[in-house]
C-alpha cells in the first residue's frame, strides 16, 4: 500500500459545527444513543420516551 493512500485526511481538515447548533447536534445525538439502547432491549419504550421529553424540556429550559 501506498504511504501516501494511509492518511485520508490533511491534518488541516476540521469539522466545525456552528455554534448556533451545538446544542441541537448534542441532543440529536443523545436520542441517537437512546434509540440505540431501546434497539438493543437495554431500555424500554416508556424509558425511551421519558428520556427523549426530558432531552426536550432541558434544551428548552436552557433557552
Not at 14 to 33: R, S, T
Not at 38 to 44: D, F, M, S, V
Request: with cysteine; hydrophobic share 40%.
Amino acid at each position: 500500500m501506498n504511504r501516501k493512500n494511509v492518511n485520508l485526511t490533511n491534518e488541516n481538515d476540521v469539522i466545525e459545527i456552528p455554534d448556533n447548533c451545538k446544542n441541537d447536534f448534542i441532543k440529536a445525538m443523545k436520542i441517537g444513543y437512546y434509540k440505540e439502547f431501546y434497539k438493543q432491549g437495554l431500555i424500554t419504550a416508556e424509558q425511551l420516551e421519558l428520556l427523549i421529553a426530558m432531552k426536550d424540556k432541558s434544551i428548552n429550559s436552557a433557552a
